[in-house]
Protein backbone atom coordinates (compact mmCIF):
# COMPACT_ATOMS: atom_id res chain seq x y z
CA UNK A 1 0.00 0.00 0.00
CA UNK A 2 2.98 2.44 0.63
CA UNK A 3 4.44 1.63 -2.60
CA UNK A 4 1.02 2.89 -4.28
CA UNK A 5 -0.43 5.21 -1.93
CA UNK A 6 0.49 7.17 1.38
CA UNK A 7 3.54 5.76 2.96
CA UNK A 8 2.87 4.81 6.76
CA UNK A 9 3.69 2.31 8.96
CA UNK A 10 2.08 -1.24 9.91
CA UNK A 11 3.08 -3.42 12.06
CA UNK A 12 1.54 -6.32 9.99
CA UNK A 13 2.66 -7.97 6.76
CA UNK A 14 0.72 -8.74 3.32
CA UNK A 15 1.17 -11.71 1.70
CA UNK A 16 -0.39 -12.81 -1.48
CA UNK A 17 -0.51 -16.98 -1.43
CA UNK A 18 -1.78 -18.78 -4.09
CA UNK A 19 -2.89 -22.15 -2.75
CA UNK A 20 -5.03 -24.88 -4.17
CA UNK A 21 -7.96 -26.15 -1.88
CA UNK A 22 -5.67 -29.17 -1.66
CA UNK A 23 -2.70 -27.71 -0.52
CA UNK A 24 -4.43 -25.64 1.94
CA UNK A 25 -3.64 -27.62 4.89
CA UNK A 26 -0.08 -28.25 4.24
CA UNK A 27 0.16 -24.27 3.96
CA UNK A 28 -1.50 -24.12 7.53
CA UNK A 29 0.91 -26.43 8.59
CA UNK A 30 3.49 -24.74 7.43
CA UNK A 31 2.51 -21.82 9.20
CA UNK A 32 2.95 -23.82 12.32
CA UNK A 33 6.18 -24.79 11.92
CA UNK A 34 7.45 -21.26 11.97
CA UNK A 35 5.55 -20.54 14.66
CA UNK A 36 2.10 -19.29 13.35
CA UNK A 37 -1.06 -21.22 14.28
CA UNK A 38 -4.38 -20.85 12.43
CA UNK A 39 -7.71 -21.77 13.22
CA UNK A 40 -8.02 -23.94 10.28
CA UNK A 41 -12.08 -24.23 10.71
CA UNK A 42 -12.16 -20.40 10.53
CA UNK A 43 -9.89 -20.36 7.58
CA UNK A 44 -11.90 -22.74 5.91
CA UNK A 45 -14.83 -20.78 6.97
CA UNK A 46 -13.89 -17.84 5.55
CA UNK A 47 -12.47 -19.39 2.36
CA UNK A 48 -15.93 -21.29 1.46
CA UNK A 49 -17.73 -17.82 1.34
CA UNK A 50 -14.81 -16.07 -0.56
CA UNK A 51 -13.15 -14.14 2.73
CA UNK A 52 -9.81 -14.54 1.18
CA UNK A 53 -7.80 -13.11 3.71
CA UNK A 54 -6.53 -14.71 7.36
CA UNK A 55 -4.49 -12.37 9.51
CA UNK A 56 -2.53 -14.46 12.22
CA UNK A 57 -1.04 -12.67 15.36
CA UNK A 58 2.58 -13.54 16.18
CA UNK A 59 2.41 -14.78 20.16
CA UNK A 60 6.39 -13.01 20.60
CA UNK A 61 5.74 -9.52 18.96
CA UNK A 62 3.01 -6.88 18.71
CA UNK A 63 3.47 -8.27 14.98
CA UNK A 64 0.50 -9.66 12.37
CA UNK A 65 0.82 -11.07 9.69
CA UNK A 66 -2.16 -10.94 6.74
CA UNK A 67 -2.22 -13.49 4.15
CA UNK A 68 -4.70 -12.93 1.17
CA UNK A 69 -5.19 -15.96 -0.84
CA UNK A 70 -5.89 -15.58 -4.75
CA UNK A 71 -6.31 -17.83 -7.51
CA UNK A 72 -4.51 -15.52 -10.28
CA UNK A 73 -1.37 -13.91 -8.33
CA UNK A 74 -0.89 -11.10 -10.25
CA UNK A 75 2.49 -9.52 -10.02
CA UNK A 76 5.42 -7.05 -11.25
CA UNK A 77 9.02 -7.60 -10.66
CA UNK A 78 10.79 -4.83 -9.24
CA UNK A 79 13.74 -4.58 -6.74
CA UNK A 80 14.28 -3.92 -3.02
CA UNK A 81 17.92 -2.90 -2.27
CA UNK A 82 19.23 -4.62 -5.36
CA UNK A 83 17.39 -7.33 -4.52
CA UNK A 84 14.52 -8.84 -6.72
CA UNK A 85 11.56 -8.56 -4.92
CA UNK A 86 7.60 -8.95 -6.06
CA UNK A 87 4.69 -6.82 -5.43
CA UNK A 88 0.93 -6.69 -6.31
CA UNK A 89 0.28 -4.37 -9.14
CA UNK A 90 -2.31 -1.45 -8.21
CA UNK A 91 -5.39 -2.78 -10.03
CA UNK A 92 -4.84 -5.96 -7.69
CA UNK A 93 -4.63 -4.36 -5.07
CA UNK A 94 -7.59 -2.27 -5.44
CA UNK A 95 -9.69 -5.17 -5.93
CA UNK A 96 -8.43 -6.67 -3.11
CA UNK A 97 -9.45 -3.51 -1.06
CA UNK A 98 -13.06 -3.53 -2.53
CA UNK A 99 -13.36 -7.32 -1.51
CA UNK A 100 -12.26 -6.43 2.27
CA UNK A 101 -14.68 -3.09 2.19
CA UNK A 102 -17.81 -5.69 0.73
CA UNK A 103 -16.80 -8.46 3.16
CA UNK A 104 -16.51 -5.86 6.66
CA UNK A 105 -19.36 -5.10 8.73
CA UNK A 106 -20.38 -2.90 9.57
CA UNK A 107 -19.11 -1.18 6.51
CA UNK A 108 -17.99 1.90 8.35
CA UNK A 109 -15.13 0.19 9.66
CA UNK A 110 -13.46 -0.30 6.28
CA UNK A 111 -12.89 3.58 6.41
CA UNK A 112 -8.97 2.36 6.05
CA UNK A 113 -9.13 0.57 2.80
CA UNK A 114 -11.57 3.14 1.54
CA UNK A 115 -8.74 6.04 2.40
CA UNK A 116 -6.59 3.64 0.29
CA UNK A 117 -8.26 3.22 -2.55
CA UNK A 118 -8.68 7.01 -2.96
CA UNK A 119 -4.57 7.16 -2.07
CA UNK A 120 -4.03 4.84 -4.72
CA UNK A 121 -5.84 6.26 -7.22
CA UNK A 122 -4.46 9.98 -6.45
CA UNK A 123 -1.05 8.73 -6.45
CA UNK A 124 -0.56 5.60 -8.98
CA UNK A 125 -1.65 5.06 -12.69
CA UNK A 126 -4.26 2.53 -12.46
CA UNK A 127 -6.37 0.87 -15.81
CA UNK A 128 -9.81 1.80 -14.54
CA UNK A 129 -11.38 0.32 -17.24
CA UNK A 130 -9.90 -3.47 -15.93
CA UNK A 131 -10.68 -2.59 -12.62
CA UNK A 132 -13.75 -1.80 -13.01
CA UNK A 133 -15.04 -4.62 -15.21
CA UNK A 134 -13.30 -6.87 -12.76
CA UNK A 135 -15.77 -5.14 -9.92
CA UNK A 136 -18.42 -5.49 -11.83
CA UNK A 137 -17.71 -9.31 -11.97
CA UNK A 138 -16.63 -9.54 -8.29
CA UNK A 139 -20.10 -7.25 -7.14
CA UNK A 140 -17.98 -4.93 -5.99
CA UNK A 141 -18.56 -2.15 -8.63
CA UNK A 142 -20.99 0.09 -6.46
CA UNK A 143 -18.29 0.60 -4.15
CA UNK A 144 -15.95 1.66 -6.81
CA UNK A 145 -18.56 4.10 -8.17
CA UNK A 146 -19.41 5.80 -4.74
CA UNK A 147 -15.08 6.28 -3.97
CA UNK A 148 -14.62 7.58 -7.26
CA UNK A 149 -17.33 10.02 -6.95
CA UNK A 150 -16.14 11.12 -3.82
CA UNK A 151 -12.87 12.53 -5.62
CA UNK A 152 -14.97 14.46 -7.71
Do not use: C, W
Not at 28 to 42: F, Q, V
Amino acid sequence: MSYYGTPRTTIDADFIVHVTPRGLEKFLAGLETIGLKANRDLVKRQLKISYNVISIQDRLSPHSADFIFSRNVERRKGTLSRLVAYYQTPESLLLAKLRMIKATRPRSRSYKDEEDIKAILANTRVNMGSVARRAKRETTEEILRDITRMLK
